[in-house]
């Protein structure tokens, strides 16, 4: 058994060593320890499963995030600047650009080229992003660095000098508009649509029906994350042999059975949500529910629906 903890001071919530103080139990003072159990790391790295997975997943969705930041900043970037209006009397200018935007997409280039360089063996500033980039372009250059930190994520991760610094610019949450973004700062203010599906297994930790699946896209594995508060339970499809693929695997279309009267048309199901035939196919469209021979699964339907209202209230 390894005796390396969670080099972040994770703790499992709840557990005390004897010698706590303290714990809930025992002491009614100001101080309450919520639990000082330290959390084992994964094999061979300085951090927790926990930890280790969502620092990958951060990084994994960087390109990504940074090119949604620069669609949002910036969406007249392809037809602003056409001469004719440039010559005009009455320059239009493009509706403003929110600083945020342009400061959270740059930190996290800078950041991410830095530690590409570091990996590389050049210790150097990170470069930030062209002025003006295309989204598709700030795409690009952002992958370029992950695909370069991730190949040496292992190493890195076990390196108790770099790993809590590459934590810094990755994972750590500030809040508001810091003054550095994180991948996890701009994720939580503009979050990526991932368009997930509901998975038909419970979460193996809270043991709740909310794990979200996302398909593997750009030759990522897919991912299982649940979605309770408080739950930080996450995994891709690569994790644990294999094991949460088979865990998590979509029905196949053999179980469809179209007699089961939780299957239902497009018609059906649209009525019982109480929403257009059109709505529903839009939500085919965007991934959110994946028909079987046409049918859809009732329970996702419902989960659907219950999102949608929640993204609306
Ligand atoms: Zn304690
Ligand atoms: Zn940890
Ligand atoms: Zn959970």
């Not at 370029?144 to 810094?168: R, T």
């Not at 739950?231 to 042999?241: F, K, L, R």
Request: charged share 25%.
């Amino acid at each position: 058994m390894s005796d390396r903890y969670c080099i972040r001071g994770c703790t499992v919530r709840g557990e005390h060593y004897a010698a706590c103080p303290h714990s809930e139990q025992d002491y009614s003072g100001p101080t309450v320890c919520m639990g000082c159990v330290q959390v084992e790391a994964r094999d061979a790295v300085l951090l927790c499963e926990s930890c280790y997975r969502r620092l990958r997943r951060h990084l994994e969705d960087a390109a990504d995030l940074v090119g949604h930041l620069r669609s949002i900043a910036d969406p007249t970037k392809a037809a602003a600047y056409d001469r004719v209006r440039v010559q005009s009397s009455s320059i239009e200018i493009p509706a403003p650009v929110a600083a945020d935007l342009i400061d959270a997409s740059n930190d996290i280039t800078t950041t991410l080229n830095m530690w590409a360089n570091h990996v590389a063996g050049e210790d150097r500033p990170g470069a930030g992003l062209p002025a003006g980039v295309m989204a598709d372009a700030a795409h690009h250059i952002v992958q370029l660095a992950v695909d370069v930190i991730l190949e040496d994520l292992d190493a890195l991760a076990n390196d108790s000098h770099q790993i809590g610094a590459l934590c810094d610019g990755v994972v750590v949450v500030n809040g508001g508009a810091p003054e550095v973004w994180t991948v996890a700062d701009a994720a939580v203010r503009w979050p990526l649509e991932d368009s997930p599906r509901w998975a038909h297994a419970a979460c193996p930790k809270c043991d709740l029906m909310a794990v979200r699946v996302q398909p593997g896209r750009n030759g990522r594995p897919a991912r299982y994350r649940c979605s309770t508060e408080g739950c930080d339970w996450e995994a891709n499809s690569n994790d644990d042999g294999g094991l949460w693929a088979s865990v998590f695997a979509e029905p196949a279309p053999a179980e469809v059975r179209p007699h089961d009267p939780r299957w239902l048309t497009l018609v059906d199901a649209a009525r019982l949500v109480e929403r257009t035939t059109g709505t529903v196919r839009r939500w085919v469209q965007q991934n959110l529910l994946e028909p079987q021979l046409g049918r859809y699964w009732q329970d996702d339907v419902l989960a659907v629906a219950a999102l949608k209202k929640g993204e609306a209230a």
